[in-house]
T-cell receptor
């Protein structure tokens, strides 16, 4: 089955800095890669996703890049703000299985 | 429109009792998932429903856990003879099943289960 590794487990940055969270996956058939943000005590929410037919996708301050050859994808947050503080989960899913495999999460702390 | 809802929001029970957790997915979403999240941990997949197909139960941790989905909509997760290690937040998520492969999931607020 699919295995998703996520790093780092904790990331601490100063407000205004950039943050990068990286994930690797094992199943070359995976073709859908969503990212979820979970604030303390709240539900996970989809913030951005990418499919394997593109290499990069942006939405305002967040972007996701995908390297299919190396089987890794990353979340980039620019100009971080305190409200970006949360746990971020990456996931991978293939067209043959609609059950995504989640990474273990990254706790992002943005210091004002 | 309305999002995914779950009830109860909190449930405290005694060890050995049975509990039922309910999930109302977004209308029209044919895929429904149950996850378990222990404090400070990731998302543990439990079970997946898709339309009228047989559910994928590969994530259920023991035969004390079961789930149903009636009429392709509301789902109930049942835990029999609860144990203290069952204490966690149980999250439900739904997703549309459209052409083009998997889609993002919409999560409910969760049910926090505490087994004393």
């Amino acid at each position: 089955g699919e295995n998703v590794e996520q790093h780092p487990s904790t990331l601490s940055v100063q407000e205004g800095d950039s943050a990068v969270i990286k994930c690797t996956y094992s199943d070359s058939a995976s073709n859908y890669f969503p990212w979820y943000k979970q604030e303390l005590g709240k539900r996970p929410q989809l913030i951005i996703d990418i499919r394997s037919n593109v290499g990069e996708k942006k939405d305002q301050r967040i972007a996701v890049t995908l390297n299919k050859t190396a089987k890794h994808f990353s979340l980039h947050i620019t100009e971080t703000q305190p409200e970006d503080s949360a746990v971020y989960f990456c996931a991978a899913a293939s067209g043959g299985s609609y059950i995504p495999t989640f990474g273990r999460g990254t706790s992002l702390i943005v210091h004002p | 429109g309305a999002g995914v809802s779950q009830s109860p929001s909190n449930k405290v029970t005694e060890k050995g009792k049975d509990v039922e957790l309910r999930c109302d997915p977004i209308s029209g979403h044919t895929a429904l998932y149950w996850y378990r999240q222990s404090l400070g941990q990731g998302l543990e997949f439990l079970i997946y429903f898709q339309g009228n197909s047989a559910p994928d139960k590969s994530g259920l941790p023991s035969d004390r856990f079961s789930a149903e989905r009636t009429g392709g909509s509301v789902s109930t997760l049942t835990i029999q003879r609860t144990q203290q290690e069952d204490s966690a937040v149980y999250l439900c998520a739904s997703s549309p099943r459209l052409a083009g492969g998997p889609k993002g999931q919409f999560f409910g607020p969760g049910t926090r289960l505490t087994v004393l």
